[in-house]
């Protein structure tokens, strides 16, 4: 599974602005930073803003921080704040009346699997991904 291009954006924004501490994070510096275009990622963080994960702050030396502490941001409301998550745990074959009372030829493969990604993004949170020893080199 890939998240789309906006999560996984999205998600590296939260990390560098929780790996790096600084305080304030002009848009200017995060679009140089994370090489990610000036419009695409101000709309990023706008989403983010509007999610109560990011908070803008206003004026000459302003720019955006993290609204919540990082053990309080798990990897899944980072990705619903910018897109539709039931896209990822939704029927594999793209069937809207698969269920467990009506499943489709894979439901019973699929399942698990859809729940074990459920879980991860649900319980792994940005605490847990800056422990990493190998996070994300900016």
């Known amino acids: 599974m890939n998240l789309s291009n906006t999560a996984q954006y999205a998600i590296r924004v939260v990390s560098y602005m929780a790996s790096k501490k600084e305080g304030l994070y002009p848009a200017a510096s995060l679009t140089e930073e994370l090489k990610v275009s000036d419009k695409y990622l101000k709309r990023i963080l706008t989403t983010l803003t509007h999610s109560g994960i990011v908070q803008s702050v206003q004026g000459r030396n302003g720019g955006f921080t993290l609204r919540k502490p990082v053990n309080d941001i798990p990897l899944l409301e980072i990705v619903r ?35 074990h990604i459920r879980h991860f993004l649900s319980n792994t949170t940005m605490a847990d991904v ?9």
């Open 81 to 115: 704040a910018v897109e539709d998550v039931e896209k990822y745990f939704g029927c594999v074959l793209g069937f809207d009346q698969c269920s467990d009372d009506h499943p489709c030829s894979v439901h019973e493969y699929w399942k698990p699997v859809r729940e």
């Open 130 to 138: 800056m422990q990493n020893e190998n996070i994300l080199k900016f």
